[in-house]
Nanobody, 128 residues
Framework: QVQLVESGGGQVQAGSSLRLSCAASGRALKNYAVAWFRRAPGKQRDFVAAVNWSGDDTYFADSVKGRFTISRDNAKNTVYLQMNSLKPDDTAVYYC?????????????????????WGQGTQVTVSS
C-alpha cells in the first residue's frame, strides 16, 4: 500500500500561483499513476489532472488546461501540481490519488473509481 500526503495549499489572490505536492510513503510511487481531484464548497469532487507512472503522459480537465501542469519526481516519491493564473473558481480542497491498476493514462483516468489510495487533502483559497 501507499500513503499520500498533500501539502502546499494556502490562500492567494487571483492571478497568483501555487504548487501542490503529493508525497508518498510505504511503497515506491513509480508503481502508481497519480491524479489530482478537487472539491469546491457544496460541490462534488472533480478531476483536475493525472500523470502516468513515468511522467511522460498527462491529462487535464478542460477547466485547468493551459494553467495547471502536473509532474512527478519518482526519486523523491512526489507528484506536483503547478497552478498558475489562479481564479476564485479554483477554490477547493485538493486531493491526490493513486492507482496501481492502470499505470498509463486512459480515457478513464478522470474517474474517481480508478484510484485506490487518497490523501487527506489540502485547502486552496483564491480571493478576487
Amino acid at each position: 500500500q501507499v500513503q499520500l500526503v498533500e501539502s502546499g495549499g494556502g490562500q492567494v489572490q487571483a492571478g497568483s500561483s501555487l504548487r501542490l505536492s503529493c508525497a508518498a510513503s510505504g511503497r515506491a510511487l513509480k508503481n502508481y499513476a497519480v491524479a489530482w481531484f478537487r472539491r469546491a464548497p457544496g460541490k462534488q469532487r472533480d478531476f483536475v489532472a493525472a500523470v502516468n507512472w513515468s511522467g511522460d503522459d498527462t491529462y487535464f480537465a478542460d477547466s485547468v488546461k493551459g494553467r495547471f501542469t502536473i509532474s512527478r519526481d519518482n526519486a523523491k516519491n512526489t507528484v506536483y501540481l503547478q497552478m498558475n493564473s489562479l481564479k476564485p473558481d479554483d477554490t477547493a480542497v485538493y486531493y491526490c490519488a493513486a492507482t496501481g491498476r492502470a499505470l498509463n493514462i486512459t480515457p478513464y483516468s478522470n474517474m474517481e473509481y480508478q484510484y485506490d489510495y487518497w490523501g487527506q487533502g489540502t485547502q486552496v483559497t483564491v480571493s478576487s
